[in-house]
């Protein structure tokens, strides 16, 4: 079975509700931004394409629908990324206060707590982007190291499920950058890049406990997945097919941004506090094996260069020191 408390971790994405509604807002502003750019796109297609000639519209609007898009990707591609991780990391320290069991303020004042553990960690959010950055690139070396794991487990008919151990194995890998920075807030560290390196090395030799309950997760996921998207898309379903037209099909549209946004709001935050349990819990007593350490020098560039700057600090610290 898994090992994290299905109840518990339910209890503390609950608790922290305000990040909930906030990451349901950012994430809807962000899909409506892509609707309304590929929309935007596809109607300047048509518009091209109705002056260029009777042929043009249909294909220069798909055209323009996909430019749209590309166009939309690449401009909020770093801005999402930069305002995702300072909310999710705010509220992965707040998760991590409530797996220690400490108190925390109610309603609102979650956002500013959260905000204040992360700060107190890291002075500049630039400097927590760019660790965020450097740990997700020691990931997919990490998937690699790890993808032999899916062939260990005793599973009849293996060889039909691999492509779906895999994804899991990657699944497992997601939430790595963020069980990493509850690692670094939970142990109180004033050395993020040294922390985060020892954190990603543990992480690394306790995969197979990882991979277990990522099977687990994965199967919550898609279970609460259709429940998500049948109470949101129903309604609309039913809209749709009572009043067909534009303003139904905007309904439907808006019915699907929401359901998407929920899901990654709500189904992120329960996933990140599952693993953090596990993990935690896994590493208990434990200290980075050098072999670990070994490989991922030898494979990744990120984590090398998180050792070194780890030892910029410290060198730089006992410099200062000195002088």
Same mark, same amino acid.
């Given at each position: 079975m ?23 807002a ?20 048509y ?6 000639g ?7 609007a798909?055209?323009g629908?996909i430019?749209g898009f ?16 300072v909310?999710? &990391?705010?509220?992965? /320290?707040?998760?991590?206060h ?5 108190? !925390?303020? *109610?309603g609102?004042?979650? =956002? %500013?707590?959260?905000?204040r553990?992360?700060t107190?960690r ?12 450097l740990v ?15 062939a260990m487990?005793p599973?009849?008919?293996?060889q039909g499920l691999?492509?779906?151990?895999q ?5 497992s ?20 890049w040294?922390?985060?390196?020892r ?6 030799q ?12 994965s199967i ?11 109470? &949101?898309?129903?309604p /609309? ?9 534009? !303003?139904? *099909?905007?309904?439907?549209? =808006? %019915?699907i ?5 929920f899901?990654?709001?709500?189904l992120e ?10 993990y ?5 007593g ?35 020191a000195?002088?």
């Amino acid at each position: 079975m898994w090992d994290f408390s299905v109840l518990r971790t339910l209890d503390m994405v609950a608790r922290s509700w305000p990040y909930v509604l906030l990451r349901i807002a950012v994430y809807s502003a962000i899909t409506l931004g892509y609707v309304v750019a590929t929309g935007a796109g596809a109607g300047v297609g048509y518009g091209v394409g109705h002056i260029l000639g009777p042929d043009g519209p249909p294909g220069f609007a798909v055209w323009g629908g996909i430019f749209g898009f590309g166009l939309v990707s690449a401009a909020l591609y770093w801005i999402r990324e930069y305002i995702l991780y300072v909310v999710k &990391a705010a509220h992965v /320290a707040v998760m991590v206060h409530l797996i220690d069991g400490r108190d !925390l303020p *109610g309603g609102l004042g979650q =956002l %500013a707590y959260g905000r204040r553990i992360v700060t107190a960690r890291f002075l500049e959010a630039n400097l927590l982007f760019v660790l965020d950055q450097l740990v997700k690139g020691v990931i997919g070396a990490i998937g690699g190291l790890l993808g032999g794991i899916a062939a260990m487990i005793p599973i009849p008919g293996l060889q039909g499920l691999i492509g779906f151990l895999q994804s899991v194995v990657r699944m497992s890998l997601t939430y790595v950058d963020e069980v990493i920075l509850g690692y670094n807030i939970r142990t109180d560290s004033n050395t993020p890049w040294d922390t985060a390196q020892r954190g990603l090395v543990l992480y690394a030799q306790n995969g197979r406990a990882i991979v277990k309950n990522a099977v687990w997760l994965s199967i919550f996921m898609w279970g609460l997945t259709l429940v998500i998207f049948a109470v &949101a898309l129903t309604p /609309a379903a039913a809209i749709l097919y009572m009043m067909p037209g534009q !303003l139904a *099909g905007w309904s439907f549209v =808006l %019915a699907i941004v929401f359901a998407w946004a929920f899901k990654a709001a709500f189904l992120e935050p329960f996933c990140i506090a599952a693993l953090m349990q596990v993990y935690f819990r896994a590493i208990e007593g434990q200290s980075p094996d050098a072999e670990w350490i070994g490989r991922l020098n030898s494979v990744s560039r990120q984590f090398r260069e998180l050792g070194e700057r780890a030892s910029a600090v410290f060198t730089g610290s006992a410099g200062r020191a000195g002088g």
